[in-house]
């Protein structure tokens, strides 16, 4: 969940870089470039006119003044005539990277991927040395296929180990492949070596929390906190790097911080869920329901149901189990057909549950109708309610997966608590089936061969089936000789 879900927050790696590694221009050269590009939106017959005033005489080939006349085109949107320049300055030299980078980057301004790494392979051609082709080349593909960004920045760093701005790049092409553990060895080389800035602190602590080393996130967090205060990746890892590591007081003041501007547009589902986390944690259930509503609302897309599953949960804990079953029942129908056979197990034994809080015997009972007049009717109509809903469930799971005891044994106790004076025996065909799949495996739960047993002897007992309730309390000597129920009932039918 984590993992997937902090994508948007990552939002992608690309680092700032100079234009290509060119020669520089002349700086009165650089100037006129500089003012006569203002006119190109609004005067492009004059701009026109002004640049090709520059490249008169030896300037006709100036592959620099060719390349900044382009790219200043370029950056005016005007890609027609910057791919002009371009092409004059190849047919001025075709073997300049210079000039196959700023092709390279005419075609990534198109969205032309293929393209433009098509140009910054033919820069490396010819200058192997030429950094801004592989970083750029790795730029490109990082969104679409990572792993040739990978192959390009490790032809890189074989050329020149000592270039530490590879291990940034590489760590945002590992990211994209979903591979955390390798994003964050590279960042760990830069970290070590290079100067980190607050960007770099934010993405580490980010790589360091997928990788759950909380407190080295916390960490680093802070050291970024303490160049950029208002930073808000930071802030946000803050509190859930705080909140992993049990420190809820602490956690919910780094809450508190980060979402100081209730207007800010960048929180997340996950920021709303972690804050109704760290509430629950310090008691704050109120607040904490609050906070799984708008984590809820926030999920616009319904792509991540483990929110209302969370949501539930804290429910049941709060012992609001009509509640708690509303919401795992949303928790049910985000999964669709991913819902698998433990989802519908933990759904019905939230129904059981619900019943066992209903039984008058239950302490909690009290707790949950305290306030009110009890109706002991309605309360009974209620809890078989839940137990049908329960049993219905248990039946599904006991169909899907025949082999295993846990849908039977909880048929079991669903029926065992509909015929509580085991007066019609409703448990035992569930007992019996749960023990058949126990007894099959060597390491099964000893208290769990011991309940199915137990119930079993009883029913056989009441039946006045004396000879067959002995073997069932025989058993359960067998697994535990100092048994005081079994021994009593030895006793009595001896």
Same mark, same amino acid.
């Given at each position: 969940?984590?993992?997937?879900?902090?994508?948007?927050?990552?939002?992608?790696?690309?680092? @700032?870089?100079?234009?290509?590694?060119?020669?520089?221009?002349?700086?009165?050269? =650089?100037?006129?470039?500089?003012?006569?590009?203002?006119?190109?939106?609004?005067?492009?017959?004059? %701009?026109?006119?002004?640049?090709?005033?520059?490249?008169?005489?030896?300037?006709?080939?100036?592959?620099?003044?060719?390349? @900044?006349? +382009?790219?200043?085109?370029?950056?005016?949107?005007?890609?027609?005539?910057?791919?002009?320049?371009?092409?004059?300055?190849?047919? %001025?030299?075709?073997?300049?990277? @210079?000039?196959?980078?700023?092709?390279?980057?005419?075609?990534?301004?198109?969205?032309? %991927?293929?393209?433009a790494c098509g140009n910054y392979e033919q820069a490396i051609f010819f200058d192997e040395d030429c950094y801004e082709a592989y970083y750029k080349y790795a730029r490109a593909y990082a969104g679409v296929n990572p792993q040739l960004s990978v192959d390009m920045l490790m032809k890189l760093k074989e050329r020149h180990p000592e270039e530490l701005n590879v291990d940034r790049e590489l760590a945002n092409a590992y990211y994209l /492949?979903?591979?955390?553990?390798?994003?964050?060895?590279?960042?760990?080389?830069?970290?070590?070596?290079?100067? *980190? =800035?607050?960007?770099?602190?934010?993405?580490?602590?980010?790589?360091?929390?997928?990788?759950?080393?909380?407190?080295?996130?916390?960490?680093?967090?802070?050291? +970024?906190?303490?160049?950029?205060?208002?930073?808000?990746?930071?802030?946000?890892?803050?509190?859930?790097?705080?909140?992993?590591?049990?420190?809820?007081?602490?956690?919910?003041?780094?809450?508190?911080?980060?979402?100081?501007?209730?207007? =800010?547009?960048?929180?997340?589902?996950?920021?709303?869920?972690?804050?109704?986390?760290?509430?629950?944690?310090?008691?704050?259930?109120?607040?904490?329901?609050?906070?799984?509503?708008?984590?809820?609302?926030?999920?616009?897309?319904?792509?991540?149901?483990?929110?209302?599953?969370?949501?539930?949960?804290?429910?049941?804990? /709060?012992?609001?189990?009509?509640?708690?079953?509303?919401?795992?029942?949303?928790?049910?129908?985000?999964?669709?057909?991913?819902?698998?056979?433990?989802?519908?197990?933990?759904?019905?034994?939230?129904?059981?549950?619900?019943?066992?809080?209903?039984?008058?015997?239950?302490?909690?009972?009290?707790?949950?109708?305290? %306030?009110? *007049?009890?109706?002991?009717?309605?309360?009974?109509?209620?809890?078989?309610?839940?137990?049908?809903?329960?049993?219905?469930?248990?039946? $599904?799971?006991?169909?899907?997966?025949?082999?295993?005891?846990?849908?039977?044994?909880?048929?079991?106790?669903?029926?065992?608590?509909?015929?509580?004076?085991?007066?019609?025996?409703?448990?035992?065909?569930?007992?019996?089936?749960?023990?058949?799949?126990?007894?099959?495996? *060597? =390491?099964?739960?000893?208290?769990?061969?011991?309940?199915?047993?137990?119930?079993?002897?009883?029913?056989?007992?009441?039946?006045?089936?004396?000879?067959?309730?002995?073997?069932?309390?025989?058993?359960?000597?067998?697994?535990?000789? $100092?048994?005081?129920?079994?021994?009593?009932?030895?006793?009595?039918?001896?």
């Amino acid at each position: 969940m984590k993992n997937r879900s902090l994508g948007f927050i990552c939002c992608c790696f690309l680092f @700032s870089a100079s234009m290509w590694g060119q020669e520089p221009l002349s700086s009165d050269l =650089n100037q006129q470039v500089t003012q006569i590009a203002k006119m190109i939106k609004d005067n492009p017959k004059g %701009a026109e006119e002004g640049f090709d005033g520059l490249l008169k005489g030896k300037n006709k080939k100036n592959i620099p003044l060719l390349l @900044s006349i +382009g790219k200043a085109y370029l950056d005016a949107g005007n890609t027609d005539m910057a791919k002009e320049y371009a092409e004059r300055a190849r047919k %001025a030299d075709s073997k300049s990277a @210079s000039v196959y980078m700023f092709l390279g980057d005419i075609a990534l301004a198109g969205k032309d %991927a293929g393209a433009a790494c098509g140009n910054y392979e033919q820069a490396i051609f010819f200058d192997e040395d030429c950094y801004e082709a592989y970083y750029k080349y790795a730029r490109a593909y990082a969104g679409v296929n990572p792993q040739l960004s990978v192959d390009m920045l490790m032809k890189l760093k074989e050329r020149h180990p000592e270039e530490l701005n590879v291990d940034r790049e590489l760590a945002n092409a590992y990211y994209l /492949m979903g591979n955390y553990s390798k994003a964050k060895s590279a960042y760990d080389d830069f970290m070590q070596k290079g100067t *980190p =800035n607050v960007q770099d602190y934010g993405r580490y602590a980010m790589l360091l929390y997928l990788n759950k080393d909380y407190q080295h996130s916390l960490d680093m967090a802070g050291k +970024g906190l303490a160049m950029e205060a208002d930073n808000h990746l930071l802030k946000r890892l803050m509190m859930y790097g705080l909140y992993e590591l049990k420190s809820y007081p602490a956690g919910l003041q780094a809450a508190n911080e980060f979402f100081k501007d209730p207007n =800010n547009p960048d929180f997340v589902y996950l920021d709303y869920l972690y804050r109704a986390r760290l509430y629950l944690a310090n008691g704050n259930n109120d607040e904490a329901i609050a906070e799984f509503e708008k984590a809820l609302k926030a999920d616009e897309k319904k792509e991540h149901p483990e929110v209302a599953k969370e949501m539930s949960d804290a429910y049941g804990k /709060m012992l609001k189990y009509p509640d708690a079953i509303r919401m795992y029942q949303v928790y049910m129908d985000m999964l669709g057909d991913k819902k698998e056979v433990s989802d519908l197990f933990l759904f019905g034994r939230l129904y059981y549950q619900a019943a066992g809080a209903l039984a008058p015997t239950n302490t909690a009972d009290s707790t949950a109708v305290a %306030a009110a *007049p009890v109706d002991t009717v309605m309360i009974k109509k209620q809890q078989n309610e839940y137990l049908t809903q329960a049993d219905t469930i248990f039946a $599904e799971v006991s169909h899907r997966v025949p082999d295993n005891y846990l849908g039977y044994f909880w048929r079991a106790r669903t029926n065992a608590m509909l015929d509580p004076e085991t007066t019609l025996g409703l448990a035992k065909p569930y007992y019996e089936a749960a023990l058949a799949q126990l007894e099959k495996n *060597p =390491n099964a739960s000893k208290s769990l061969l011991i309940e199915c047993e137990s119930y079993l002897g009883y029913y056989y007992f009441l039946k006045e089936e004396y000879e067959q309730s002995k073997v069932y309390w025989t058993k359960i000597l067998e697994i535990d000789p $100092e048994n005081a129920t079994a021994k009593q009932a030895m006793e009595g039918l001896q």
